[in-house]
């Protein structure tokens, strides 16, 4: 089981990088031990604190020629990871 699924790269997340904290979503049945110890040996860094967050999927419909097709995305979970102060996380070093 992977814990980390994918970096969060959006606008207010990357405004939180500056102050030392990193988003992610991460599996929905990982807990705080969980990210936190994922987090330190992906990228080797000290994690002080793991906040989540449960996100429902939203609803959506479609209109087709036959009828209307309405679903739902998938929920995800949400986590933010604050490290160590003086600690980066760089995210497009793969790239």
Do not use: Q, W
């Not at 790269?9 to 705080?32: C, H, I, P, Q």
């Not at 020629?65 to 003086?86: E, L, N, W, Y």
Request: proline share 2%.
């Amino acid at each position: 089981m992977s814990v980390l699924i994918k970096p969060l790269v959006t606008e207010k997340v990357s405004a939180l990088n500056e102050k030392g904290k990193y988003g992610f979503v991460v599996d929905r049945k990982a807990n705080k031990v969980d990210i936190k110890k994922a987090v330190e040996k992906l990228y080797g860094v000290t994690v002080e604190e793991v906040n989540t967050m449960n996100y429902l999927g939203k609803k959506k419909s479609r209109y087709t020629k036959s009828k209307v097709i309405s679903g739902r995305t998938p929920s995800f979970k949400k986590a933010i990871v604050t490290v160590a102060d003086g600690e980066v996380i760089d995210f497009y070093s793969e790239i």
